[in-house]
């Protein structure tokens, strides 16, 4: 989950100093539903994309079957206004960034490096860092602190 805030806020972050005072997330229409997103927390709210700036993120998802090996994870950004603009996908020193096709072995990889790395601390017990992904609730415990 990290991974996807990241790259959501990476991508607005194209402007010095942006303030994002809504959050909405789901599924598409007609998609299947295989997670529910228990609850998320974002502080500050709204949210100021500048560098420095610090983000708290706490998120639980409970799977609610499988995530197959070679997933892949569909993220549309859209700014909503009198007229909905579509942040695309971009590509930035070899990062895709925004509403973009990610493979999901490749945001768990990037999930699982650095200094905030989620895996092993947001996977239940036994859950490698790859796919498949198996039932189970992901998130919780301890607030996520970026740095951006």
């Given at each position: 989950m990290?991974?996807?805030?990241?790259?959501?806020?990476?991508?607005?972050?194209?402007?010095?100093?942006?303030?994002?005072?809504?959050?909405?997330?789901?599924?598409?229409?007609?998609?299947?539903?295989?997670?529910?997103?228990?609850?998320?927390?974002?502080?500050?709210?709204?949210?100021?994309?500048?560098?420095?700036?610090?983000?708290?993120?706490?998120?639980?998802?409970?799977?609610?079957?499988?995530?197959?090996?070679?997933?892949?994870?569909?993220?549309?950004?859209?700014?909503?206004?009198?007229?909905?603009i579509?942040?695309?996908?971009?590509?930035?020193?070899?990062?895709?960034?925004?509403?973009?096709?990610?493979d999901?072995?490749?945001?768990?990889?990037?999930?699982?490096?650095?200094?905030?790395?989620?895996?092993?601390?947001?996977?239940?017990?036994?859950?490698?860092?790859?796919t498949?992904?198996?039932?189970?609730?992901?998130?919780?415990?301890?607030?996520?602190?970026?740095?951006?």
């Open positions: 990290k991974a996807f805030f990241a790259l959501a806020c990476v991508a607005l972050a194209s402007a010095r100093n942006i303030k994002i005072d809504q959050l909405e997330y789901g599924f598409c229409d007609g998609s299947a539903e295989p997670a529910s997103l228990d609850m998320i927390s974002v502080e500050p709210f709204p949210i100021v994309i500048a560098t420095g700036e610090t983000i708290t993120l706490s998120v639980q998802l409970t799977l609610n079957e499988p995530v197959p090996e070679g997933a892949q994870v569909s993220l549309k950004i859209k700014k909503e206004g009198l007229i909905d579509p942040l695309p996908c971009l590509e930035i020193e070899g990062l895709h960034i925004g509403s973009c096709d990610y999901a072995d490749t945001l768990l990889a990037e999930a699982e490096a650095g200094d905030h790395a989620i895996c092993p601390t947001y996977f239940p017990e036994g859950q490698e860092c790859k498949p992904l198996n039932p189970g609730v992901y998130g919780a415990g301890d607030p996520l602190v970026l740095t951006l």
